[in-house]
């Protein structure tokens, strides 16, 4: 029981950093019809300037942890963000109106662009980095097994749930949720009634980006070490969470993020490590056969 118990604890942390990649993957699908396969790329750019700014802290000599992290999340999400905004201004605005194709090549391309430059910029090598919040609460001790939630673990399960909580109130109680609930309907429509489709796209990039961004930073507090190669995998899994959800529900996207990560976890757990994400495919595989939508998803309705 412990050893499950400590597993749950495990998938549900890796999980919520899947779903917070997810969810961008799931607000660009659902608003333009586009897989943005450059959002993995986002949230490594993420971990790489999260690193970066721990650095520049711990040179000018910035020790107190709290305030730290505090500078840390909101620079990482303000430069992200600039990354997303540039990458939908410059890569995918001006083929919204060309074939889907253009756009997945496109997008597919920028990912490898991105890949490259921050290699050329940071090299291939990995980045480690010390940890910077320590200790935990025993929660659960059987003969010598003991079941820990770790202090970051903690940090990472409120910080996500309180974007999701604010994501929530702006999507549903803000002007600009509005806007995007009307360009999810109809484009065309949302135009003529007055709402500035292209802010509303690039604000919907920058939120993603935000959101992976700090994806990132938890990915770099929990495992100490990234490099340029981390956005790939990370993405595949997180599209992955965002269609076994259902692309286009944000619920879903968390639920699907939240489910990959309990799969990685017990699987690791209980069976061989190495065919972890064959085990996360295969179930994603088998859903799909009986709710091709996701899990949240609803099917799509032809405008005719």
Not at 215 to 242: E, H
Request: glycine residues 12%; hydrophobic residues 55%; positive net charge.
């Amino acid at each position: 029981m412990g050893y499950f118990l400590q597993q749950l604890i495990n998938g549900l942390t890796l999980g919520m950093i899947y779903g917070l990649i997810a969810i961008g993957y799931t607000l660009v699908y659902g608003i333009i019809g586009m897989i943005n396969f450059a959002h993995g790329e986002i949230f490594m750019i993420g971990a790489f300037i999260s690193i970066i700014t721990f650095l520049v802290l711990g040179l000018i000599g910035l020790g107190w942890v709290p305030l730290a992290l505090l500078i840390v999340l909101l620079a990482t999400m303000l430069l992200t963000s600039v990354y997303g905004w540039a990458l939908e201004r410059v890569a995918y605005r001006p083929l919204r109106h060309s074939p889907r194709l253009a756009a997945l090549i496109t997008a597919i391309g920028m990912s490898i662009f991105l890949q490259n430059y921050v290699q050329l910029l940071q090299g291939a090598r990995v980045k480690p980095m010390q940890p910077v919040i320590s200790g935990s609460f025993r929660m659960l001790r059987e003969g010598d097994f003991v079941v820990n939630l770790s202090y970051l673990q903690i940090l990472i399960i409120v910080l996500t749930v309180t974007l999701m909580a604010v994501f929530t109130l702006v999507i549903g109680r803000t002007a600009l949720g509005r806007a995007q609930r009307a360009c999810q309907q109809d484009l065309g429509m949302a135009a003529l009634l007055g709402i500035d489709v292209d802010r509303t796209i690039s604000l919907t990039f920058i939120i993603g980006a935000a959101l992976a961004s700090v994806a990132g930073l938890m990915f770099l507090l929990n495992y100490g070490v990234i490099d340029f190669y981390i956005g790939f995998l990370a993405g595949i899994k997180a599209f992955t969470a965002a269609v076994l959800g259902g692309i286009g529900s944000l619920p879903g996207a968390m639920l699907g993020g939240l489910l990959i990560g309990l799969i990685e976890a017990f699987w690791s757990a209980y069976f061989t490590v190495e065919y972890k994400d064959v085990a996360a495919f295969s179930i994603l595989v088998l859903v799909l056969i009986f709710r091709p939508t996701g899990l949240l998803g609803k099917p799509d309705i032809e405008k005719v």
